[in-house]
């Protein structure tokens, strides 16, 4: 199983600032494999292609509120897919409401993280995220050995 | 149906979550410490003069806000480097970004704690003006709170205009 520093990650918001700043505090983990998309199809696009070239991304971070495509909407459509099952998508948002939390964790979010946040809590959400990756993969593991 | 105007004062709890939620963003986001200064509260339209300012509104069924960030292009070109890099060129494109996020940031975490005490509030989606000294006026003649920011040599604000509505939904 990969190391943190293994990972490879998309981050899609609309916002420059959010991505550099999630993209600073995932290179202080050292993870350098990461790219960015700016709106909701550009994410679905990058994510099918890099499953198509065997290279799929372990991590999503998502936006709620993007352009073409919303953050939920890309959630849905990757979730409805099976072959993306052990990809953690992770919401990114301002909006602290329990429904949209309910409603991303019903759509099958790996978690949640509200803007603002700390460097330090998102890299201890990485590590919870990173620890779900993990138990995924294995659980996919020993249903191929039977 | 949730709280109306009338319980929602332009005071000093209200200052404080102001407070907390600009504090909270500029440290989280751009790893600085801003110091608040003492709100004030005023009545009649009055104007914020800045370079870049974020506008949002907020409503409720018997309450309509606006809220505003209101920064100056010296306050911006010193912390987004911080989050950019150094070697980065502030560019226009990216000081609209960064407003634009820090007043959907700042004002939806205000949101969360008044909806928090039960007003019930959303928010509209923010916009960012930007040309350098332009004023900012709330067509409103009601209260409103200023809280002052301050940052090394920098000043910037936050102004909250409260309108409660008539009870048959007209102002």
Not at chain 1, 87 to 111: C, D, H, P, Y
Not at chain 2, 62 to 88: H, N, S, W, Y
Request: hydrophobic share 40%.
């Amino acid at each position: 199983m990969s190391q943190l520093s293994q990972l490879k990650v998309l981050i899609a918001d609309d916002h420059f600032l959010v991505r550099q700043f999630v993209r600073n505090t995932l290179q202080e983990s050292k993870i350098s494999n990461i790219q960015t998309a700016a709106d909701g199809n550009e994410a679905i696009d990058l994510i099918q292609k890099a499953r198509e070239a065997k290279q799929p991304y372990d991590i999503v971070f998502l936006d709620w509120n993007m352009p073409t495509v919303s953050g939920l909407e890309v959630l849905n459509y990757f979730r409805s897919r099976s072959e993306y099952a052990d990809t953690a998508f992770v919401m990114l948002t301002a909006e602290s409401e329990q429904q949209n939390i309910m409603k991303a964790i019903k759509a099958g979010a790996t978690s949640y993280i509200i803007k603002p946040v700390s460097p330090a809590d998102l890299s201890k959400k990485l590590f919870e995220i990173h620890e779900w990756i993990k138990r995924k993969r294995q659980k996919n593991e020993q249903k191929l050995r039977f | 149906m949730g709280k109306t105007a009338q319980h929602l004062a332009l005071d000093e709890q209200l200052s404080m979550e102001i407070t907390n939620a600009v504090c909270g963003a500029m440290e989280h986001t751009f790893n600085v410490k801003v110091k608040p200064g003492k709100f004030e509260i005023g009545e009649g339209m009055v104007s914020l003069v800045g370079d870049v300012s974020g506008v949002i509104g907020m409503v409720q069924d018997k309450l309509e806000a606006t809220m505003i960030l209101c920064l100056k292009f010296e306050t911006v070109r010193d912390i987004l480097p911080r989050v950019v890099g150094q070697t980065v060129s502030v560019t226009h494109e990216m000081t609209l970004d960064a407003v634009g996020e820090l007043t959907n940031m700042i004002f939806g975490q205000i949101k969360t704690e008044l909806n928090g005490r039960g007003y019930s509030l959303k928010l509209g989606i923010p916009s960012v003006i930007m040309g350098r000294g332009h004023f900012v006026s709330h067509f409103h003649r009601g209260k409103h709170m200023i809280v002052p920011f301050y940052l090394d040599d920098h000043m910037f604000q936050v102004h909250v205009a409260l309108h409660p509505l008539a009870t048959d939904g007209q102002s």
